[in-house]
């Protein structure tokens, strides 16, 4: 099993960043994909970027050049470096590991709200 454990997020207003990291405990060694995922009120949850454990990366439009994710490998711990923000980018995050054989394992979420 693999536990994920989220921190980072809190109240900012349009324009501001926040960096939400993610810990992961247990068996993780075997895991290969970290990302991050948000629910926005009334809409689906949705990816926001991801990177592999070779460090490719992979992000949603809407955040292109405003989000950043990285990853220290040694310590497990993925991060969500978060600029620019906008009242749309409001959603509980969630912290998510993919292992090796696709099993996927989720944090229990944290909320970000961007507000003037």
């Known amino acids: 099993q693999v536990q994920l454990v989220e921190s980072g997020g809190g109240l900012v207003q349009p324009g501001g960043s926040l960096r939400l990291s993610c810990a992961a405990s247990?068996?993780?060694?075997?895991?290969?994909?970290m990302g991050w995922h948000r629910r926005a009120p009334g809409k689906q949850r949705e990816l926001v970027a991801s990177?592999?454990?070779?460090?490719?990366?992979n992000y949603a439009d809407s955040v292109k050049g405003r989000f950043t994710i990285s990853r220290d490998n040694a310590k497990n711990t993925v991060y969500l470096q978060m600029n620019n923000l906008k009242p749309e980018d409001t959603a509980v995050y969630y912290c998510?590991?993919?292992?090796?054989?696709?099993?996927?394992?989720w944090g229990q979420g944290t909320q970000v709200t961007v507000f003037s």
């Open positions: 247990g068996n993780r060694f075997k895991i290969n994909a």
């Open positions: 990177i592999t454990s070779a460090s490719s990366t």
């Open positions: 998510n590991a993919v292992d090796y054989w696709s099993h996927s394992y």
